[in-house]
Nanobody, 115 residues
Framework: QVHVVESGGGLVQPGGSLRLSCAAT????????MAWYRQAPGKEREFVAT???????TYADSVKGRFTISRDNAQNTVYLQMNSLSPDDTAVYYC?????????WGQGTQVTVSS
């Protein structure tokens, strides 16, 4: 079994920054893509960013130029650096990792952008 745990969420003022981390543990043979999604209150879960095994990133238009996804393959960890945050970025952020040909999700970490 593979376990995925996010961390780094919290309360930040508009214009501020946060860095989310997501680590996969367990019996891991291989990891393909790693991605972040988010779900705001009353809305559906939406794609934020993904990074391939070859380190190729893809972003949602709403976060391009503000968010940066990266990964540490040795640590089975993916990061999301979030800059210039606005209240519209308030959501629970979920990490998903494609490992051993299956998709595993974390429990999510709350990000609140408010003054």
């Amino acid at each position: 079994q593979v376990h995925v745990v996010e961390s780094g969420g919290g309360l930040v003022q508009p214009g501020g920054s946060l860095r989310l981390s997501c680590a996969a543990t367990g019996i891991i043979v291989s990891i393909n893509s790693m991605a972040w999604y988010r779900q705001a209150p009353g809305k559906e879960r939406e794609f934020v960013a993904t990074i391939s095994s070859s380190l190729w990133p893809t972003y949602a238009d709403s976060v391009k130029g503000r968010f940066t996804i990266s990964r540490d393959n040795a640590q089975n960890t993916v990061y999301l650096q979030m800059n210039s945050l606005s209240p519209d970025d308030t959501a629970v952020y979920y990490c998903t990792i494609q490992a051993n040909s299956n998709n595993f999700w974390g429990q999510g970490t709350q990000v609140t952008v408010s003054s």
